[in-house]
């Protein structure tokens, strides 16, 4: 039951808030099902995956991805994810535990701090795509190490960097996922760093719920959405954070 759980919630806060569900999946598989922290990552990252490809879907009807973007994010996001995945590997699982609770804390912060953000989207340009390709490799690495879509930092970047409108930025972070979790699943299944059979559960069971995840994201104002998901970091940091005290 709680593979099925976790899946249903990631899937709702994944359609909703355009990231790959691992900040739910990481801390569900270490608190609830007693995985380690780098098997929590690996085997979240491929969970997201089915999760991510419903949320596109959704995102996709309403033509709220923008596919210029994402093919340069996409570039970078496979370098980074096999990057990612590699470091994986090196890192204790306790400052897995850290890197991952401090990443979430900061992307609270930076939620709530009053950026200028560009009331128009920036067009593709050679710079533009070099930043993009740029972006594409931290989220990726991001992405492999933690075992998350690299949404919770896509998603605010496009918004306040790049201008572009929150149901965009969430489609296009979650296309991007999909990209970085077929590149990091493939080298953590070479590692023998996945439980593929809780993977599956958890992904299939969140593809209903990213879809309904994905409406909830078209009819949600941008205050509401950003209070929301700021909470909800705050809270997994915090789980995470206790729970790697005790590793």
Not at 28 to 33: F, I, K, S
Not at 82 to 87: A, E, F, M, N
Not at 133 to 141: P, R, T
């Given at each position: 039951m709680p593979p099925i759980a976790i899946g249903l919630l990631a899937g709702l806060i994944s359609g909703s808030f355009g990231v790959g569900g691992g900040i739910i999946i990481v801390p569900?598989?270490?608190?609830?099902?007693h995985f380690t922290q780098r098997l929590s990552h690996g085997t979240s990252l491929l969970a997201i995956m089915p999760i991510a490809a419903a949320g596109v879907i959704g995102f996709g009807f309403h033509d709220s991805i923008n596919l210029g973007?994402?093919?340069?994010?996409g570039i970078g996001s496979i370098v980074g994810a096999?990057?990612?995945?590699?470091?994986l590997s090196s890192i204790s699982n306790v400052w897995l535990a850290r890197f991952f609770s401090v990443l979430l804390l900061i992307t609270a912060i930076w939620l709530f701090v009053d950026i200028p953000v560009n009331s128009e989207e920036l067009a593709l340009t050679p710079a533009t795509a070099i930043l993009l390709?740029?972006?594409?490799?931290?989220?990726?690495?991001i992405a492999g190490l933690l075992g998350v879509g690299g949404g919770i930092i896509l998603v605010p970047v496009l918004i306040l960097v790049?201008?572009?409108a929150a149901p965009v930025a969430k489609g296009t972070s979650l296309l991007i996922a999909l990209i970085a979790g077929t590149a990091g699943?493939?080298?953590n299944y070479r590692n023998e760093n996945i439980d593929i059979l809780v993977a599956l559960k958890i992904g299939l069971a969140g593809i209903p719920t990213a879809l309904i995840g994905a409406q909830l994201a078209m009819v949600m104002s941008a205050q509401v959405s950003t209070i929301l998901f700021a909470i909800l970091l705050v809270i997994t940091a915090v789980s995470l954070v206790q729970t790697s005290r005790t590793r």
């Open positions: 569900g598989l270490v608190l609830l099902l973007y994402a093919f340069f994010l096999v990057l990612g995945t590699k470091l390709i740029a972006l594409g490799v931290l989220a990726g690495g790049f201008g572009a699943s493939w080298r």
